[in-house]
């Protein structure tokens, strides 16, 4: 696996958003930036109505697309001076391509639509089958994404891209947690100089033995999550002495808090198990919520 970035385009607003954050993500990571167009010539019927042919058709769609990439490639390269931005345009189904290009990269960025407040995110049929079946990380950015939005409001409050960076988030699963996620998300809180806040969500059970879960109970085994949230960061904390961290052992869905922390957070990461089951990939109830209503990026990082 190489350290490319690599960054699907298809023209609309949210694939423009995301190809700028696919390139300050590659700053970061003094990575090249790979630009990728998929598209698959159809037939049209008002075409054929029109007299059009089909090969002036396939012309047209290909001049479009070289348009395309090589816009992007020269406004992402002037604002970014020295960051190495290629294109590469297929005329084949977007989710193979998509999927093999990811396959030689060390991250895949897409854009989401967005709707805003409680709808979140109305993840595209591509967006999610990439998203379940890559086995390379890949982040979801919304079209509304703003460099400023990463990073916490100067003095006066007002948005800024120059102050320093908000917390990475990062959805820790306590029972089996993996190395390849907590990674990422401790990388990417390094590489930004941010905080790493890893939330834990559990449900307590409904009784004890004396018919009531009190709220001594609870807060005793919230003391113990919280232990054992400690002992699996030690190593980690160890490796990463520069990032700040802050451990949160949540009652309630771990995708609910996730969603609230997202609010005021640079990027979110979660885990998707990277198996395959009888009916197709998929990527858990945690990560699918998410993915639908988080307010900032999410990086989901496949695991074994």
């Given at each position: 696996?190489?350290s490319i970035v690599v960054?699907?385009?298809?023209?609309?607003?949210?694939?423009?958003?995301?190809?700028?954050?696919?390139?300050?993500?590659?700053?970061?990571?003094?990575?090249?930036?790979?630009?990728?167009?998929?598209?698959?010539?159809?037939?049209?019927?008002?075409?054929?109505?029109?007299?059009?042919?089909?090969?002036?058709?396939?012309?047209?769609?290909?001049?479009?697309?070289?348009r395309l990439l090589h816009?992007?490639?020269?406004?992402?390269?002037?604002?970014?001076?020295?960051?190495?931005?290629?294109?590469?345009?297929?005329?084949?189904?977007?989710?193979?391509?998509?999927?093999?290009?990811?396959?030689?990269?060390?991250?895949?960025?897409?854009?989401?639509?967005?709707?805003?407040?409680?709808?979140?995110?109305?993840?595209?049929?591509?967006?999610?089958?990439?998203?379940?079946?890559?086995?390379?990380?890949?982040?979801?950015?919304?079209?509304?994404?703003?460099?400023?939005?990463?990073?916490?409001?100067?003095?006066?409050?007002?948005?800024?891209?120059?102050?320093?960076?908000?917390?990475?988030?990062?959805?820790?699963?306590?029972?089996?947690?993996?190395?390849?996620?907590?990674?990422?998300?401790?990388?990417?809180?390094?590489?930004?100089?941010?905080?790493?806040?890893?939330?834990?969500?559990?449900?307590?059970?409904?009784?004890?033995?004396?018919?009531?879960?009190?709220?001594?109970?609870?807060?005793?085994?919230?003391?113990?999550?919280?232990?054992?949230?400690?002992?699996?960061?030690?190593?980690?904390?160890?490796?990463?002495?520069?990032?700040?961290?802050?451990?949160?052992?949540?009652?309630?869905?771990?995708?609910?808090?996730?969603?609230?922390?997202?609010?005021?957070?640079?990027?979110?990461?979660?885990?998707?198990?990277?198996?395959?089951?009888?009916?197709?990939?998929?990527?858990?109830?945690?990560?699918?919520?998410?993915?639908?209503?988080?307010?900032?990026?999410?990086?989901?990082?496949?695991?074994?």
């Amino acid at each position: 696996m190489s350290s490319i970035v690599v960054v699907g385009l298809d023209g609309s607003r949210e694939s423009r958003a995301a190809a700028a954050w696919a390139a300050r993500e590659a700053v970061l990571r003094d990575a090249p930036l790979r630009l990728v167009h998929a598209w698959q010539p159809q037939p049209s019927a008002p075409a054929a109505f029109a007299g059009v042919s089909q090969s002036a058709l396939y012309s047209d769609l290909q001049g479009w697309s070289d348009r395309l990439l090589h816009e992007a490639q020269a406004e992402l390269s002037r604002r970014h001076p020295g960051l190495d931005v290629t294109c590469e345009l297929h005329p084949e189904q977007a989710v193979p391509v998509l999927l093999a290009a990811a396959e030689d990269a060390g991250l895949l960025v897409l854009g989401s639509r967005g709707l805003g407040g409680v709808a979140g995110f109305l993840l595209g049929s591509v967006a999610l089958t990439v998203v379940a079946r890559s086995r390379r990380p890949v982040v979801l950015v919304r079209g509304d994404e703003r460099p400023e939005d990463e990073h916490l409001p100067d003095a006066s409050g007002a948005a800024s891209s120059t102050t320093p960076y908000r917390d990475v988030v990062l959805g820790l699963n306590l029972e089996q947690p993996h190395d390849a996620v907590t990674g990422f998300a401790f990388d990417a809180a390094a590489r930004r100089a941010a905080g790493l806040r890893v939330v834990y969500g559990w449900n307590p059970p409904a009784l004890t033995d004396h018919g009531a879960f009190t709220d001594v109970v609870q807060a005793e085994l919230t003391g113990s999550m919280r232990g054992a949230l400690h002992e699996v960061l030690a190593p980690w904390r160890e490796k990463f002495p520069g990032v700040e961290v802050t451990a949160q052992a949540v009652v309630g869905k771990a995708g609910s808090h996730l969603v609230g922390a997202s609010r005021d957070a640079s990027l979110v990461v979660v885990g998707r198990a990277a198996s395959q089951t009888p009916f197709g990939a998929r990527v858990g109830p945690v990560t699918h919520a998410v993915l639908h209503h988080a307010a900032a990026p999410v990086a989901v990082v496949p695991h074994a």
